[in-house]
């Protein structure tokens, strides 16, 4: 289902997750936003905006079975508000699949800019739907994790739910790193 340029949202709630508390705003025919709560900046639903849990029932079952292991994709209406260029950017992260990742620089290849790694990297830290537009799937070249909205141990709680290889990998490096550090200061300390 394709993304539609999105309005202001009339309803929203908040829900529990094992990632933290979500604020979901939308309107009766899609969902237009998602934020971590649990984030340095919560977010305040507007005044006009009214809180209501019902249209938001087929989101709240999805990020259930998500976080279950059950679902890999989300079947939504979304109707994020952005630019041409960030749509384009949202729509190609709906395209990696679950448990996979890609560099910046490799999605603005995909995208036809080869020189565009900067420009999808800020349209992607400014994604509105994080997890359901899975802009968590996106790294740095050199396999890093990089800048995420909901911090850097959100991104990588998601990806190790996803199964990812590259977040197994880069821990079990750091992990190497680390033990061989613990064993040089134990062997320092011991003199």
Not at 42 to 55: K, L, V
Not at 71 to 81: C, D, K, N, W
Not at 114 to 135: D, S
Request: charged share 20%; with cysteine; aromatic share 8%.
């Amino acid at each position: 289902m394709r993304m539609k340029p999105g309005s202001e949202p009339r309803y929203w709630c908040e829900t529990d997750t094992p990632v933290g508390r979500l604020l979901l705003a939308g309107d009766a025919q899609a969902l237009r936003r998602v934020h971590f709560q649990s984030g340095p900046h919560p977010m305040r639903a507007a005044p006009e905006w009214r809180e209501d849990a019902t249209p938001f029932a087929p989101v709240l079952a999805q990020l259930g079975e998500y976080f279950s292991g059950t679902r890999r994709a989300f079947t939504l209406r979304l109707a994020p508000a952005g630019t041409a260029f960030q749509l384009a950017v949202w729509e190609a992260l709906r395209a990696i699949p679950y448990g996979q990742t890609v560099s910046y620089g490799e999605l603005a290849r995909r995208l036809g800019n080869a020189g565009g790694a900067r420009a999808v990297g800020l349209a992607n830290g400014a994604n509105p739907l994080p997890i359901i537009v899975p802009c968590h799937r996106v790294i740095g070249a050199d396999g890093s994790l990089t800048g995420f909205g909901g911090g850097l141990h959100m991104k990588r709680t998601l990806l190790c739910l996803e199964g990812a290889a590259c977040v197994a990998d880069l821990f079990s490096a750091h992990e190497s790193a680390q033990a061989a550090e613990g064993a040089a200061d134990i062997r320092v300390s011991a003199r």
